[in-house]
């Protein structure tokens, strides 16, 4: 409140302005993502919340190579434009092959190319300054990995070339975690007795989606009756055909939704039928 008495010593007069805050601090801002530990690709998924508003020119977020492929032209250091300056949650998604290419991006300072590489790992800083002008406040998200590529799998077994029969056991890893229901294995039939069946596509639960070598027996007369199979899609009879010959992929997607990854085997023989003798001499009661 200001005030004053006239001369003449008439009341005194004022003017009060209210909500007046005194800040020393510019809060500290949240980043949901990039998370810390996580993997995107192209398609960079950004949520962030600034608390107060902040200054113009003050929003930035830097991406920061700290281990993985090589990236020299790092840091890569992103100024949001007005959009993105207000006291809110703020999203949107940045390109990774150009972070310049958005909307609410007022310019990159970076060594030559807005780029980020493949395989690199970062650190993810947002900071701003709020509206008072005190020390810009940030927070820090280590270890993002910037991935354009799912890893390929291996398959140890059913291997190239091998027989097996009722009790098939299944041997592969995966480099990378798997989104959700894309980890599956599929057994085409290719030569030997037919199997109008197939092929046999079985998807497998979360407990074979882990970045790990994953082991297990499938029974080939119902390749669905298992504790780790999620479903197995043929058309409709869930077994294999004795004496057929099949080519075994096994597949899956990473958690960064890049194109699927594959490996097949080939000339797998599906054989549950003992062999039998025979003998021409000498003959049966023969002396």
Do not use: W
């Amino acid at each position: 409140k200001i005030e004053y008495q006239d001369e003449a010593g008439n009341t005194a007069a004022s003017v009060t302005n209210t909500n007046f805050t005194y800040d020393l601090t510019t809060a500290a801002p949240t980043l949901a993502t990039p998370a810390a530990s996580s993997t995107d690709n192209v398609a960079i998924n950004i949520d962030f919340t600034l608390p107060e508003a902040a200054s113009s020119g003050t929003v930035k977020m830097t991406f920061t190579h700290t281990s993985g492929t090589a990236d020299n032209n790092a840091p890569h250091i992103i100024t949001f434009n007005s959009n993105f300056e207000t006291a809110s949650q703020h999203t949107t998604t940045l390109t990774g092959t150009d972070l310049s290419v958005n909307a609410n991006v007022l310019s990159v300072n970076t060594n030559t190319n807005d780029a980020l590489v493949e395989g690199a790992i970062y650190s993810v800083t947002i900071e701003y300054q709020d509206v008072v002008g005190n020390t810009a406040a940030s927070v820090t998200n280590t270890n993002f990995t910037y991935d354009l590529t799912t890893a390929a799998p291996t398959l140890a077994t059913p291997a190239e070339n091998s027989i097996d029969n009722g009790t098939l056991a299944i041997d592969f890893t995966l480099p990378e975690a798997a989104s959700s229901g894309t980890v599956k294995m599929t057994f085409t039939r290719t030569s030997g007795t037919a199997d109008n069946n197939a092929p046999h596509i079985i998807t497998f639960n979360s407990n074979f989606e882990t970045a790990a070598q994953h082991t297990n027996d499938l029974d080939g007369s119902d390749l669905g009756a298992n504790a780790n199979v999620s479903s197995v899609d043929t058309n409709p009879n869930d077994a294999l055909v004795d004496g057929a010959i099949y080519s075994v992929k096994i597949e899956y997607q990473d958690e960064a939704g890049n194109t699927a990854a594959s490996v097949t085997n080939t000339t797998f023989t599906y054989d549950i039928t003992a062999p039998t003798i025979s003998s021409t001499a000498p003959a049966q009661d023969a002396t």
